[in-house]
């Protein structure tokens, strides 16, 4: 029996086709162009990571600093970071089915909240869709109410959730 490795590896933009790809099944309602997340990839490499399974393809995450309580508008190019981030944002986690329940959301998301912490950041934060708050409390993360960011929640769903985590 073959085993599969599960691995996460710097994302590049040569990756960027992929994480199209990647972004169109696990994020239909959720669009975002690829010049977006190639920007994003751009603005901040250190954030920004594939998930391999048997060396395909099966996931990714995008995350940069960012100000706490605003949030990047969906589909929007950013242009640069802020002069002064105050928090650690995770923009994107996306896997495939086939990349689910084998550990390495917890992994990435692990090793993002370390990142953070070495970066300085207070906290971490980031807008939980398609029924995933659950996921995030199990690391630590809780909804954070900020009536300024009503608007730009309902803009990725209904049940859009603003969360953070504390590290300090």
Known sequence: MLHKTVAWRAMTGYDMAEVEKIADVV???????????????????????????????????????????????????????????????????????????????????????KHAEVGGYPTMTLVAVNGSVPFWQKHGFVVAEVPDLYGKLLSYEEGARYMVKRLD
Do not use: M
Request: hydrophobic residues 45%; proline residues 9%; negative net charge.
């Open 27 to 113: 994020h239909p309602d959720f669009f975002e162009a690829p010049e977006v997340l190639a920007e994003r990839q751009l603005l901040y490499h250190n954030g920004c990571y594939l998930l391999e399974i048997t060396d395909k393809p099966a996931g990714y995450v995008i995350s940069h600093p960012w100000r706490y309580g605003t949030l990047p508008a969906l589909n929007t190019l950013l242009e640069r970071l802020p002069a002064e981030p105050d928090t650690y944002y995770l923009h994107d986690l996306a896997l495939l089915p086939v990349a689910r329940r084998v550990g390495a959301a917890s992994q990435i998301v692990s090793a993002l909240i």
